[in-house]
């Protein structure tokens, strides 16, 4: 049955074309999408029962509004594959889709899913997430296939949260590799990004659990130690001394955690959030520290006892 369903995939960058390529794989036909295109985006969407977005961040509101102003099908679901939050309003692309959509089921798609791993076709699992079950399920059957394991969850804040979060930990983590600061410190690090993570999520909402999951450790231990993630690069770039705009310009796709790292910061000063980690890499970002600058005011932070998630 769900093979007839008409699947459209709004964004051809290296997301987008991975996601068509694993619905191919799990044998569903799918329409990517993108400015680019012959059609307009009224007639791929018209008809389409799932609609996934995988633009980048800075394209979610302005698309989310033209898609209302288009107007979609009954029932149909929008499934979410973005990790960020929008700079405006802070707010994660689940929740901008369904306040767009109050009425469409919105499924949130996070996991430890490098594309250029994915379009390999190796192996990989990632998580469905969703408050409608059966719309999570139903998307999970489009996915799944044999080289991609997927999971369901009730907790879209959290899985995508896990997604977004930690690409200012792999910016993090590509500035530690850069400067040679060993495993030992690599270690330090992922271990403290956990629960800066939960405790950003938590107080979004979010379940303490799904971080231990795919969407959080999963992408987490993924992206940290990849060169194949874009984020790990701009560390790695930043620790060299390259300037931002120019490790930018040289990037292969977007690294969501540049635009991440300034939201987070806006949001956890307002809401007072400690994230020690995350505010050293937005001071780098901004070019008022150098790496080996943030190294050291991360190791001169007052000292406490280590556990737990709401310590810091
Ligand atoms: N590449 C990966 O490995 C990967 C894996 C999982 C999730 N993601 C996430 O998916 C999202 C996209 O990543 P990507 O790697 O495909 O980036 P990309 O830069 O390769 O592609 C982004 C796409 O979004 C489109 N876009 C941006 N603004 C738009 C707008 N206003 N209207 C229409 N289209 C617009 C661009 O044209 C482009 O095709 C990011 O949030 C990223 O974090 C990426
Ligand atoms: O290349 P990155 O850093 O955007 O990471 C891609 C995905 O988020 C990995 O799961």
């Keep these: 049955m769900t093979k007839t369903l008409k699947t459209t995939i709004i964004g051809a960058g290296a997301w987008g074309t991975s996601l068509c390529f694993l619905l191919n794989r799990a044998g ?20 389409a029962d799932v609609i996934i977005s995988a633009i ?85 059957s489009m996915f799944a296939s044999d080289i991609f394991r997927v999971y369901v969850n009730n907790d879209p804040i959290g899985t995508e949260l896990g997604g977004t979060l930690k690409n200012v930990m792999a910016i993090a983590s590509g500035v530690c590799d850069g400067l040679n600061l060993g495993t030992n ?23 303490v659990e799904t971080f231990f999951g795919l969407s959080g450790l999963g992408d987490l231990l993924a992206t940290c130690d990849s060169p194949l993630s874009r984020n790990y690069q701009v560390g790695m770039g930043l620790s060299q001394g390259k300037s931002l705009d120019d490790i930018l310009e040289n990037l292969e796709g977007t690294a969501e955690g540049v ?28 070019g008022k520290v150098s790496a080996a600058e943030a190294v050291e005011n991360l190791m001169a932070r007052e000292l406490k006892e280590e556990f737990w998630y709401l310590e810091f």
């Excluded at 036909?29 to 400015?35: D, Y």
């Design 185 to 207: 410190a690599k270690a330090a690090l992922l271990t403290r990004a956990l629960p800066e993570m939960i405790r950003v999520g938590t107080h979004l909402g979010a379940s």
């Design 28 to 47: 569903f036909e799918c329409e990517v999408w993108s400015r680019r295109s012959e059609k307009s985006l009224a007639e791929v969407v018209k008809d």
């Design 259 to 286: 635009n991440t790292a300034t939201v987070l910061i806006k949001l956890a000063s307002k809401e007072k959030i400690p994230v020690p980690i995350s505010y050293q890499v937005y001071l780098l970002l901004k």
């Design 56 to 140: 980048s961040m800075k394209g979610v509101m302005a698309v989310s509004q033209q898609l209302k102003e288009i107007g979609l099908k009954d029932k149909a679901i929008i499934v979410t594959a973005t990790k960020g939050l929008d700079f405006e309003t802070t707010k994660t692309p689940s929740q901008i889709w369904q306040d767009t959509f109050p009425n469409h089921a919105v499924v949130v798609l996070s996991g430890p899913n490098l594309s250029k791993e994915i379009k390999k076709a190796l192996p990989a699992a990632t998580v469905l997430a969703s408050n409608d079950t059966e719309a999570a399920e139903l998307v999970q």
